[in-house]
């Protein structure tokens, strides 16, 4: 079983990703979020909500889970607008 924690998840691509990742049984899925934005992920995986950018909520929130995967959507995002604004 590969625990999977995806910050965002709840629009655009993480959204997606999320989606994909439910589609496999081997994953165990957990997403952290602000909890302002609805999902239609049911009791197929775990919420924790929180600002990522506060220090002690994150650490409050999450506790000393570890994951296997850490995703950050809006990284890979970013990454593609720094790569095609260079080309």
């Not at 999320?18 to 197929?44: H, K, Q, Y």
Request: glycine letters at 6%; a negative charge.
């Amino acid at each position: 079983m590969r625990k999977i924690l995806v910050l965002g998840g709840t629009r655009f691509f993480g959204k997606r990703l999320v989606e994909r990742l439910l589609e496999d049984s081997e994953n165990d899925v957990a997403i952290l979020t602000r909890g302002n934005m609805p999902d239609s992920f049911g009791d197929r995986l775990r919420r924790f909500h929180t600002d990522r950018t506060n220090p002690d909520e994150l650490a409050a929130a999450i506790g000393d889970q570890i994951w296997d995967v850490d995703w950050l959507p809006e990284l890979i995002l970013n990454l593609n607008h720094s790569y095609s604004s260079i080309h």
